[in-house]
């Protein structure tokens, strides 16, 4: 009984070391977080899972910019991506559309369902963005880096040749090492990283960051999470604006 009894005694203090552990490392990257993000342009992306935004009110949180989920694949329009797209402008945060790539689907199908979806850009918008990722069951079954490759290409051979710039590519470090790096470094990168600084270095190549993928601001309904970003200090919201 008394043996039973140092056990559990044990197995209690262990539990609660590791949730010491825990919230120790959650606090330092929050601390951390907070003195590197000081002073930078804060900005969300979001979706239909962020059924009504009301951006004016997110400004008066200091955000600055957004990316707003247009397209997904050849055919799929995010639902209130219109509505997004004119309220930010009237809020007066600059906003991006961006594109959630399908594998299997042709990328040059997929780039004139973004096209036909945002339509002409200005000096007012950000530049386009394609969402780079694998679902869960494609992390069991990812596709092949040649099929990835050629995808993408066609898909930004086409935006490109609409807008006259080269698209931001969104994706983790992962991903980015695997099917980005050789062919794709040229490109401006979004990098999601929601452990900085403590488990990945993401460096200093990069022109976004999605830093939180569990920000929590007023101004939305639906999913009660926000993605939060932060643009490089080196780029500025000036360098990531559209010019043709």
Do not use: C
Not at 71 to 76: K, L, N
Not at 124 to 150: G, S
Not at 188 to 214: C, L, S
């Amino acid at each position: 009984m008394k043996k039973l009894i140092r056990t559990i005694l044990l197995f209690a203090i262990l539990v609660g070391l590791g949730f010491w552990g825990y919230n120790a490392v959650i606090n330092r990257e929050i601390n951390i977080n907070k003195w590197f993000l000081s002073g930078q342009v804060m900005g969300v992306d979001v979706s239909s899972y962020q059924i009504d935004v009301d951006f004016s009110e997110l400004k008066k949180q200091g955000i600055e910019f957004a990316y707003i989920k247009a397209t997904e694949g050849s055919t799929h329009v995010d639902s209130s991506f219109k509505e997004k797209w004119a309220a930010a402008r009237e809020a007066g945060v600059v906003a991006g559309a961006y594109h959630y790539f399908i594998y299997g689907v042709s990328g040059a199908e997929q780039a004139e369902n973004f096209i036909k979806t945002v339509g002409e850009l200005d000096g007012e918008r950000l530049i386009p963005a394609v969402d780079m990722e694998l679902t869960m069951a494609e992390v069991q079954n990812p596709p092949a880096i040649d099929e990835v490759i050629r995808g993408l290409k066609a898909f930004l051979a086409v935006v490109e040749e609409k807008y006259g710039v080269k698209p931001l590519i969104y994706s983790q470090k992962d991903y980015y090492d695997k099917y980005l790096a050789a062919d794709f470094a040229s490109y401006p990168r979004w990098a999601r990283n929601v452990f900085y600084p403590v488990f990945i270095d993401i460096g200093n190549e990069w022109t976004v960051w999605q830093y939180n993928d569990k920000g929590e601001l007023s101004g939305y309904i639906g999913e009660k999470y926000i993605d939060m970003n932060v643009i490089n200090s080196a780029v500025g919201i000036e360098g990531l604006r559209y010019k043709k």
